[in-house]
């Protein structure tokens, strides 16, 4: 299955992420255009909302933190996350409105 944002690269997945620091709680909103929008409670200061950002989709896989690093847009709201050793399959699985039975 084809997701937009979610993409296959030689070093893993990556995921388009459109963050949101400050909020009241970290949870996945959902799809916005090809991005996925977060929560996160952590300010963007001195990269606390990455590193929260990193942590929560380590904890939502069940696998290492050091699996999950940020690729691009440290100082941006667009973020892409690359998962290290991580299919595109286990990743759509804990994303929202994804189905495996999808027809996209």
């Known amino acids: 299955m084809t997701v937009p944002g979610v993409n296959l690269t030689p070093e893993g997945v990556v995921l388009a992420v459109l963050l949101q ?3 009241s709680r970290t949870e996945i909103v959902g799809w ?3 991005e996925l929008k977060v929560r996160v409670t952590a ?3 001195e990269g606390a909302a990455n590193q ?3 942590d929560y989709f380590a904890k939502l896989l069940g696998i290492a933190k050091g699996r999950v690093r940020l690729q691009s ?3 941006s ?3 892409r996350l690359l998962f290290e050793n991580v299919t595109s399959d286990e990743l759509i ?3 929202p409105g994804l189905s495996v039975n999808s027809s996209e």
């Open 52 to 54: 929260l950002l990193c």
């Open 32 to 34: 916005q255009g090809a």
């Open 77 to 79: 709201r667009h973020k």
């Open 21 to 23: 620091p400050r909020a």
């Open 43 to 45: 300010p963007p200061v």
């Open 93 to 95: 699985r804990v994303l």
């Open 73 to 75: 847009g440290e100082t």
